[in-house]
């Protein structure tokens, strides 16, 4: 059975792309493990939700400020040297949380050093996007970004588990510890593969600021790319900020422990995977279309925090929410991959990073001075209202549904006639 996904020419008979696929795998576990044990070192530190979310934010924060950085440096050198660096320098930071003890550090050294996190994040995560067309033949690239995808979301499905677990026998500080290591060891396997040179490493480079500006050019002109980006801004400000900040705050202080939010994360990671899935098998012309349609879906998180009935109501919500995301990430990357040259993709991925995460830091840290002024309730009700809002808006803008530029569509059909 497993022979057919080794066989010559299939996805994993491609070395690079293998050791990349187990690397990411091993990575996420001890990513999706940070969130949960950040947020239990912040709740048990005294933090409330205005704290809780002003840490969450320095994260998101420095990839804001530096993912644009990272972008070009990641379109300068060899992608995986990028990423080495930025694994063991995010290892070197878990590192620190577990030999000074997060438990006995200040609330503000604590976000400095989630902050440096958020620097890591800036540079892997152009580099590990645009790092995958130089690892398989074009062909594949849909299964290979969906694969990528995959594993990232049953990682996002046990890390959280394996946090709590971790955290319940040996203590936030060793969990911290547990995560660093396991970000050493994906960096070992980033060491064997064999990126091919790609010549305009080689040759003279223009300047810093010319390449960030060509890389926005690009952007405005395919305005698929550009709505998409403006859409997940907003989006991720309100809606995505909001549960994730009173996730773990709400369902420690209804049901009274941390297992609701570990699972919690986990189903949605687990609805994600399954999503993912089923796109890569679900052949559509418009393939924008069923993303945003299912992107809608996410609105089911913060209804179910704004009426937290129950523990299993928070978790197959949570579950449902997650059968939101497996489409978009299953289409946008490799429609970007598609439509973009590959010598700017480590921009335009650091600029789709900063745009759909350049508000939210803003959005972490009203999060509790919002709830404060209008209540929990209303705060996310009026969340998903805005959510659904955007996600119709962005669909009237051309290419949209398509995620596909309608110059190069016009262009390709006319090409066509002229032939024929």
């Given at each position: 059975?497993?022979?057919?996904?080794?066989?010559?020419?299939?996805?994993?008979?491609?070395?690079?792309?293998?050791?990349?696929?187990?690397?990411?795998?091993?990575?996420?576990?001890?990513?999706?493990?940070?969130?949960?044990?950040?947020?239990?070192?912040?709740?048990?530190?005294?933090?409330?939700?205005?704290?809780?979310?002003?840490?969450?934010?320095?994260?998101?924060?420095?990839?804001?400020?530096?993912?644009?950085?990272?972008?070009?440096?990641?379109?300068?050198?060899?992608?995986?040297?990028?990423?080495?660096?930025?694994?063991?320098?995010?290892?070197?930071?878990?590192?620190?949380?577990?030999?000074?003890?997060?438990?006995?550090?200040?609330?503000?050294?604590?976000?400095?050093?989630?902050?440096?996190?958020?620097?890591?994040?800036?540079?892997?995560?152009?580099?590990?996007?645009?790092?995958?067309?130089?690892?398989?033949?074009?062909?594949?690239?849909?299964?290979?970004?969906?694969?990528?995808?995959?594993?990232?979301?049953?990682?996002?499905?046990?890390?959280?588990?394996?946090?709590?677990?971790?955290?319940?026998?040996?203590?936030?500080?060793?969990?911290?510890?547990?995560?660093?290591?396991?970000?050493?060891?994906?960096?070992?396997?980033?060491?064997?593969?064999?990126?091919?040179?790609?010549?305009?490493?080689?040759?003279?480079?223009?300047?810093?600021?010319?390449?960030?500006?060509?890389?926005?050019?690009?952007?405005?002109?395919?305005?698929?790319?550009?709505?998409?980006?403006?859409?997940?801004?907003?989006?991720?400000?309100?809606?995505?900020?909001?549960?994730?900040?009173?996730?773990?705050?709400?369902?420690?202080?209804?049901?009274?422990?941390?297992?609701?939010?570990?699972?919690?994360?986990?189903?949605?990671?687990?609805?994600?995977?399954?999503?993912?899935?089923?796109?890569?098998?679900?052949?559509?012309?418009?393939?924008?279309?069923?993303?945003?349609?299912?992107?809608?879906?996410?609105?089911?998180?913060?209804?179910?925090?704004?009426?937290?009935?129950?523990?299993?109501?928070?978790?197959v919500g949570y579950f449902i929410a997650g059968l939101s995301i497996g489409g978009w990430e299953a289409y946008w990357v490799?429609?970007?991959?598609?439509?973009?040259?590959?010598?700017?993709?480590?921009?335009?991925?650091?600029?789709?990073?900063?745009?759909?995460?350049?508000?939210?830091?803003?959005?972490?840290?009203?999060?509790?001075?919002?709830?404060?002024?209008?209540?929990?309730?209303?705060?996310?009700?009026?969340?998903?209202?805005?959510?659904?809002?955007?996600?119709?808006?962005?669909?009237?803008?051309?290419?949209?549904?398509?995620?596909?530029?309608?110059?190069?569509?016009?262009?390709?059909?006319?090409?066509?006639?002229?032939?024929?």
């Open positions: 059975m497993l022979k057919k996904y080794f066989a010559p020419g299939s996805l994993f008979s491609y070395k690079g792309y293998r050791n990349f696929f187990i690397s990411g795998a091993i990575f996420v576990l001890g990513a999706s493990a940070f969130p949960i044990a950040l947020a239990v070192t912040v709740l048990d530190n005294g933090g409330d939700a205005s704290a809780l979310g002003l840490i969450l934010a320095a994260r998101v924060a420095a990839g804001t400020l530096f993912m644009l950085v990272g972008g070009v440096w990641a379109d300068r050198l060899p992608r995986k040297w990028i990423m080495i660096g930025a694994d063991s320098f995010r290892a070197v930071i878990c590192l620190i949380l577990l030999f000074i003890s997060a438990n006995n550090l200040p609330l503000w050294a604590i976000g400095l050093l989630v902050f440096l996190m958020g620097l890591g994040d800036s540079f892997g995560a152009p580099a590990g996007s645009a790092i995958v067309p130089s690892l398989v033949p074009n062909e594949l690239l849909p299964a290979g970004n969906v694969a990528k995808g995959i594993v990232a979301k049953v990682g996002n499905i046990v890390g959280p588990g394996l946090g709590g677990l971790a955290i319940t026998v040996l203590g936030a500080d060793w969990t911290f510890g547990f995560i660093g290591v396991s970000f050493l060891i994906a960096t070992s396997l980033i060491f064997t593969i064999q990126e091919p040179p790609r010549q305009e490493i080689l040759e003279d480079k223009p300047t810093f600021l010319f390449e960030l500006r060509e890389g926005f050019k690009l952007v405005w002109e395919i305005k698929w790319i550009a709505a998409s980006i403006a859409m997940a801004s907003f989006q991720l400000m309100v809606i995505v900020a909001a549960e994730s900040v009173l996730l773990p705050v709400i369902t420690r202080r209804e049901f009274h422990t941390d297992s609701v939010f570990a699972l919690s994360a986990a189903m949605f990671s687990l609805g994600g995977a399954l999503s993912a899935i089923a796109a890569i098998k679900f052949q559509t012309k418009k393939p924008g279309l069923v993303a945003i349609s299912l992107w809608g879906v996410f609105a089911v998180a913060p209804l179910v925090l704004a009426f937290p009935i129950n523990e299993t109501f928070v978790v490799t429609a970007v991959q598609r439509e973009v040259p590959q010598d700017m993709q480590g921009r335009v991925f650091s600029i789709d990073m900063v745009g759909s995460g350049g508000l939210m830091p803003i959005g972490m840290a009203l999060v509790g001075p919002i709830v404060l002024l209008m209540g929990e309730r209303t705060f996310l009700l009026s969340a998903i209202v805005f959510h659904i809002l955007i996600c119709y808006l962005v669909l009237l803008v051309p290419g949209v549904k398509e995620m596909r530029d309608p110059r190069r569509t016009a262009s390709d059909s006319s090409s066509m006639g002229e032939q024929s």
